[in-house]
């Protein structure tokens, strides 16, 4: 996934990066042990900064690991985090780690993205949800994002389309605004481009979802019933490595008695 560099030199980067995090420099200048004045110098370029102050404010800025690679290059200096595909071996134990986990909570839904919202791993409970959808969405590489959105998906299941379908779309614009992503760009405008229709039968979906008064859920059709979710996403706490940054899990869990109970009477 590639960046897009708005400005040249590291100066202009982090003050972008400053102003997008609505901070001033002296504020930033505190956060990170330094000065306004010389916070002042880096952003116009009369200072260039150290390697590990680059860091630093990039720290302080809330920089994702990509783009800390980026600002490095940018002020002379080599990458500092590698990107290590996820089929390599020192991802094992990693990839044993994550299997695990979803495993351990089927029946109820459970995937893991990376950073284009690709799925890089699901369970049992993922494979019952996506059950008869168009077999060209599940080749890979399998899109969270298309799955979900496309009229030959889950879309036409999803009892709340509008309501999630707002979501998912106001969760890619945040994440475009954190990192310039031209491939996530368009995919986010393929995405937001599918149209919206009717359920089967014709019948318009959009039900209240004021029956789970503490978080969003994902109301959708499966064998015939009516089951309701909310979402978790989980990442990787100080990932050293973009690929393990980039990755999120995404649960399912029971927003009601009766989607809690049909979904453990698939195992029992």
């Not at 009229?151 to 475009?176: T, Y």
């Not at 031209?182 to 979802?209: F, H, I, M, N, Q």
């Amino acid at each position: 996934m590639t960046t897009v560099a708005l400005d040249t030199g590291v100066g202009p980067l982090l003050r972008s990066w400053r102003e997008r995090s609505r901070i001033s420099q002296l504020e930033l200048a505190l956060r990170a042990d330094s000065s306004a004045r010389h916070i002042s110098f880096i952003e116009t370029g009369r200072a260039r900064p150290s390697e590990e102050m680059v860091l630093r404010l990039a720290e302080h800025l809330g920089v994702p690991v990509r783009e800390r690679n980026a600002l490095l290059v940018v002020a002379g200096y080599a990458p500092r985090y590698t990107e290590t595909a996820l089929d390599d071996p020192a991802m094992g134990a990693l990839r044993e780690g994550m299997d695990r986990l979803l495993q351990g909570y089927d029946p109820y839904p459970a995937l893991v993205v990376d950073g284009m919202y690709n799925v890089v791993a699901a369970n049992q409970g993922i494979a019952r949800m996506t059950a008869g959808v168009a077999e060209h969405l599940l080749a890979p590489p399998l899109n969270a994002m298309r799955l979900t959105l496309h009229p030959e998906g889950l879309a036409p299941r999803i009892r709340n389309l509008r309501e999630w379908r707002a979501d998912l779309l106001a969760q890619m614009e945040r994440q475009i605004a954190l990192v310039r992503s031209a491939e996530l760009r368009a995919l986010y405008e393929e995405v937001a481009g599918y149209p919206v229709e009717p359920g089967p039968g014709g019948r318009e979906w959009d039900e209240p979802s004021s029956s789970v008064p503490f978080a969003l859920p994902l109301v959708i059709e499966q064998d015939g019933r009516l089951l309701s979710f909310v979402a978790s996403i989980a990442t990787f706490n100080t990932p050293m490595d973009v690929t393990v940054a980039e990755l999120a899990i995404e649960t399912f869990l029971p927003a009601d008695p009766g989607t809690a109970a049909y979904l453990r009477s698939l195992v029992s």
